[in-house]
């Protein structure tokens, strides 16, 4: 836990704080200070004062706050000093350390009220209790919906409806130190925790729903408000917290990727805003593969490889990513691979490891999904292994859906719900999609949903089956020509199950496409490469 670490660890300390009314050096002393974390205002006021510009937000929050306390606080509008670029960007850098180092965190949240935190504590309540265990049991996401938001409380709409869940910096802000609180306007209190207990099961329902609405909110969002009770136990991996911060909106694009070098151990990264935004997210994943954490391949799907510029035909970017409907709901994780002096490649790009499975021995003419799926069978994969290929990217790998419904073996109930969606023998708004909420209890129901989600995923789309030597994939039409090869990457399902990159010999320092691999038994890998992708 963060705290253990916490005690083991000096953190970096702020330039200044505010204490009193006036500017403190905090560099040079051990006094505690209180960090606030806020949002900015859409169009902020700035003023001089004690020699420097500050907001005139800022100076109300501090005036507001020290009623109530005699530590210093630490208002990045007032301690960091906006106009002078070179402290600001030493400052930023430590952005992390001083939520960390802080005594306490206090997020200021207006629409936290008496109510709110009256029905959060209930809340909270109600999961622990075994009625909710058994719904839990039962994969009955509607259910365990209903238990945790109180049947849809007007006070929770009222307080996720905060621009305080909405910013990039706000994540990082609100997981780095366990002892952080919201605060109202007439500082109520509610422990950060309570409040993110209560988003696992409201997630869960917002991403097997039709309509993406729930108290007001996209599925996406909820992705990103849940993630954060897993950002306060460990550090992230870059790929899960792209799925979580990447959901969230920023004024500068750079921070996209600045906000996230706290809660990924990124912070030898410094931040600078003259960087065009392509290398500042280059950087971004190439940092993160030098200390072997691949994770975020699992976005590099989403990449437009014919709008991308030079080295970016691997690198996600927060617009694609942003526009996914929902993360899904398996999780991968990096594969140890040796150290590799030699790089081949280009001379711009990201470097990335890869074992080769051979060329390309066949490959489809491009199908629509119904179209593939009968290749897939001809070639006698089962519908587990197609489900996978197809939809394990965007909704998550069949097993995992058997484990997050309560159910086993629903891979070919999937597919044929799926499909029944894609070609319209099944409509969406009078299936039985969500059955699980009319018919509670009833074990295994709710993977109606997921069959749902994966029939939006390859619409108006063409794909292709590629194999080679070592295994199968399914990836969209792309514009490679020429012989292919298919290459593994380091990244992995916790079944061993892999991604791959199809890379055609007349563009081998591009990436054409990525997508899941279902291996062939027996069939082994070239030995690993290092190569930088354009």
């Known amino acids: 836990p963060r705290s253990n670490v916490k005690a083991a660890m000096t953190y970096a300390r702020p330039r200044n704080c505010i204490r009193d009314g006036k500017l403190v050096d905090s560099e040079s002393s051990a006094e505690p200070y209180i960090a606030i ?117 007007k006070a929770l709409h009222k307080l996720f409806s905060s621009r305080w869940w909405t910013r990039v910096w706000t994540f990082q802000e609100a997981v780095l130190n366990h002892i952080t609180f919201l605060v109202g306007e007439k500082e109520e209190t509610i422990p950060i925790s309570d409040v993110l207990k209560l988003s696992h099961p409201i997630s869960r329902r917002a991403a097997t729903q039709k309509k993406d609405n729930l108290l007001g909110q996209s599925s996406s969002f909820w992705d990103s408000v849940h993630s954060m009770s897993d950002a306060m136990k460990a550090y992230m991996p870059l790929g899960t917290a792209i799925s979580s911060v990447w959901r969230r909106q920023s004024t500068v694009t750079h921070d996209m990727a600045y906000s996230l070098l706290g809660v990924c151990r990124l912070e030898t990264i410094t931040p600078d805003y003259r960087l065009p935004v392509e290398k500042v997210f280059a950087d971004l994943v190439d940092k993160a593969s030098s200390k072997g954490d691949f994770s975020w391949l699992r976005w590099s799907h989403v990449v437009d490889r014919n709008a991308a510029c030079e080295g970016m035909s691997m690198v ?19 594969v140890e691979v040796p150290q590799m002096s030699v790089v081949h490649g280009g001379a711009v790009g990201v470097c990335i490891p890869h074992r080769s499975t051979g060329v390309i021995r066949w490959q489809s003419e491009p199908e629509d999904i119904k179209g593939v799926i009968n290749i897939l069978q001809k070639l006698s994969y089962g519908p587990e292994d197609i489900w996978n290929l197809l939809f394990g990217l965007h909704v998550g790998f069949a097993c995992d859906v058997d484990r997050a419904v309560g159910g086993s073996g629903l891979a070919q109930a999937l597919l044929n719900l799926a499909t029944g969606y894609i070609d319209g023998t099944i409509k969406l708004e009078d299936s039985e999609d969500d059955l699980v909420g009319d018919k509670p209890y009833t074990r295994g129901y709710g993977f109606t949903a997921y069959a749902s989600m994966a029939a939006k995923v390859w619409k108006n789309t063409q794909l292709v089956v590629m194999r080679s030597q070592g295994g199968t994939t399914v990836v969209p039409t792309h514009s490679g020509t020429g012989q292919a090869r298919l290459h593994r990457l380091p990244v992995e399902s916790h079944r061993g199950t892999c991604l791959c990159l199809v890379v055609h010999d007349n563009t081998k320092f591009r990436a054409s496409a990525i997508g899941v691999m279902v291996e062939d038994d027996h069939a082994g890998s070239g030995s690993w490469q290092f190569t930088r992708f354009s």
Request: aromatic share 8%; hydrophobic share 40%.
């Open 37 to 153: 974390s806020y949002a900015w205002d859409i169009r902020p006021s700035f003023k001089e004062w004690e020699g420097r510009r500050v907001t005139e937000q800022a100076l109300h929050i501090a005036d507001r706050l020290s009623k109530h306390t005699s530590y210093a606080l630490w208002i990045d509008a007032i301690c960091i000093d906006q106009e002078n670029e070179p402290v600001k960007m030493v400052e930023l850098a430590k952005m992390a350390d001083i939520y960390r180092g802080a005594t306490a965190v206090l997020c200021l949240v207006p629409e936290v009220d008496q109510t709110t935190s009256r029905v959060v504590e209930h809340g909270t309540g109600m999961i622990d209790l075994d009625g909710f265990r058994a719904l839990e049991q039962a994969g009955d996401t509607h259910g365990m919906y209903m238990f945790a938001s109180q049947g849809s409380n």
């Open 316 to 334: 996600p970017v927060p617009a694609t990513v942003l526009a996914t409907p929902a993360s899904a709901i398996t999780e991968w994780r990096s």
